[in-house]
């Protein structure tokens, strides 16, 4: 297999060494690690199709990777596989204007999107955190949310076509850029969120939309963690649907500041981070309606960024929390639960209980305009003991985020790291049509084997 890859695709893009494999050896998850047997860097689909074939004869397992961000261990190898890494893959091939779409091999890095898009006037909202270093094509494989999720929706929302390949080599296109098209099941919607485990996605046909003319940012300071949850739901039940509406809880506040000194107040025990977007009278009309609604769901303070640059800074260090909560304790593990907006303060509830009753140290943020939150533990993986609290934890929290109508994860995927938990949020016929699905497109198990189920 080694030599037929460096056959193909040239020396230089076929990794075996040890030392090499690494770095491919993890993600962005805590705790999951496995070398590969090979990494291999494909530069055009056909090549992703020949490897894909190599894999077959050879009978070796394929685990595809983009910028190994993911926080569910989806790019986490399985052993003696190949990782077939779609860096490489990263020309956008068309900005068209007429029908506001962007074609882009699956390699190239979110934020690459959103600046051409930007420099057309148009605007590609879906932005997950990690939007600097993700991938496209990781983007779709996880479905990913953002921080303007609540307004403008997740990834799948922008995808309107996709080039596949299948676990066979065989090549697909799905969808178009037509507005509608019924034309049989849609399958482009299947590969939105399979986490690697259907097929290899190697472009993405997306949709752009206008660039909103104006933005707003606010920052309301809370004593209380549920006066913050409360002010979530009395905005929306108010019918406003600011673009962005991001909480971080006291722990969270402290390590950003820390970390970036953007300018969170310190006394909080939470902030909200709230930005309305769209023709200048609205966003300014909203953010005022949402000052209002803050000062009477007992916010301490609520205050208006100044200019573009004051907003920048405060979006960069919600941005940043991970990696300044990552700094306390040699291992963070970011959990994603999300719970009907309503059930916002409860969830906050037990995820405190759980904290206190444990003896973890547990700093939550998250989306919580979407209802998602990430209660992120800081915690160590060299103690044994703690961690089987840590898993303990885990359980009940997500427990409870089933019991209020809520899911297991909101955006971060499945992958190893929620296997375990999948059946209980699904029920058993939606669990085994889910299998019944990935035996029909990948039915030797050759395509990230062991993601998501068994
Ligand atoms: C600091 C930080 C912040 C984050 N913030 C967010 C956030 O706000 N919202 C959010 O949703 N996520 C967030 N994430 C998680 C992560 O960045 C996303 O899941 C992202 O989409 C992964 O992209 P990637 O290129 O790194 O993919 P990888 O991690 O390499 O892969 C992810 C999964 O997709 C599969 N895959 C990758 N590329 C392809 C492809 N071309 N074809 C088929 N399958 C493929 C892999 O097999 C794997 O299962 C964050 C992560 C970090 C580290």
Not at 10 to 36: H, M, N, Q
Not at 225 to 232: F, H, K, R, W
Not at 330 to 357: C, F, G, H, K, N
Not at 440 to 447: F, K, V, W
């Amino acid at each position: 297999m080694i030599a037929e890859c460096q056959a193909l695709l040239g020396p230089d893009a076929v990794l075996t060494e040890p030392e090499d494999l690494i770095p491919y050896s993890f993600d962005g998850t805590a705790a999951l690690k496995c070398r590969p047997r090979l990494v291999v860097f494909p530069r055009s689909t056909e090549q992703v199709a020949a490897v894909l074939r190599l894999a077959r004869d050879h009978g070796l397992a394929v685990v595809t990777r983009g910028s190994g961000t993911g926080l569910s261990g989806g790019s986490v190898p399985v052993p003696q596989c190949v990782v077939l890494c779609l860096q490489r893959m990263n020309r956008i091939l068309e900005l068209d204007e007429r029908n506001l779409t962007l074609l882009a091999e699956s390699g190239v890095l979110t934020q690459e999107i959103f600046d051409r898009a930007d420099a057309a006037g148009l605007f590609y909202p879906p932005d997950p955190g990690s939007i600097k270093i993700s991938t496209i094509g990781g983007n779709v494989a996880e479905n990913s949310g953002g921080l303007r999720g609540l307004k403008y929706g997740v990834t799948r929302d922008y995808v309107i076509g996709l080039e596949v390949v299948l676990a066979d080599g065989s090549i697909c296109w799905l969808g178009n850029k037509c507005v509608k098209d019924v034309a049989g099941y849609s399958l482009r919607d299947l590969f939105v969120g399979s986490e690697g485990t259907l097929g290899v996605i190697t472009q993405v046909l997306l949709k752009l939309v206008p660039k909103p003319a104006a933005r707003q940012t606010l920052l309301a300071t809370y004593g209380q963690l549920e006066a913050a949850a409360e002010t979530v739901s009395a905005v929306i039940a108010a019918r406003i649907i600011p673009c962005t509406l991001e909480f971080l809880d006291r722990q969270t506040v402290r390590c950003v500041e820390a970390y970036a000194a953007v300018g969170f107040p310190l006394e909080a025990e939470a902030v909200l981070l709230i930005e309305t977007d769209g023709h200048p009278a609205a966003a300014a009309e909203e953010a005022e309606r949402i000052e209002e609604i803050a000062r009477t769901h007992g916010a301490l303070a609520v205050r208006r960024a100044r200019d573009p640059a004051e907003a920048a800074r405060l979006a960069t260090g919600r941005r940043s929390a991970f990696s300044a909560l990552a700094r306390i304790r040699p291992t963070t593990i970011l959990e994603d639960v999300t719970v009907p907006r309503s059930e916002l303060a409860a969830m906050i509830r037990l995820i405190q209980r759980v904290a206190r009753e444990s003896g973890l140290q547990i700093a939550t943020f998250g989306h919580f305009g979407d209802g998602n939150l990430h209660p992120t533990f800081l915690t160590d993986e060299r103690d044994a003991a703690e961690m089987a609290r840590v898993e303990g934890a885990m359980r009940t929290i997500f427990d409870e985020a089933i019991r209020l109508g809520g899911t297991i994860t909101g955006e971060h995927g499945v992958g190893l790291a929620k296997k375990a938990y999948l059946r209980a949020q699904l029920g058993d016929a939606s669990f085994a049509l889910l299998k019944s699905i990935k035996r029909s497109l990948d039915p030797e198990n050759r395509l990230n084997p062991g993601k998501i189920f068994d």
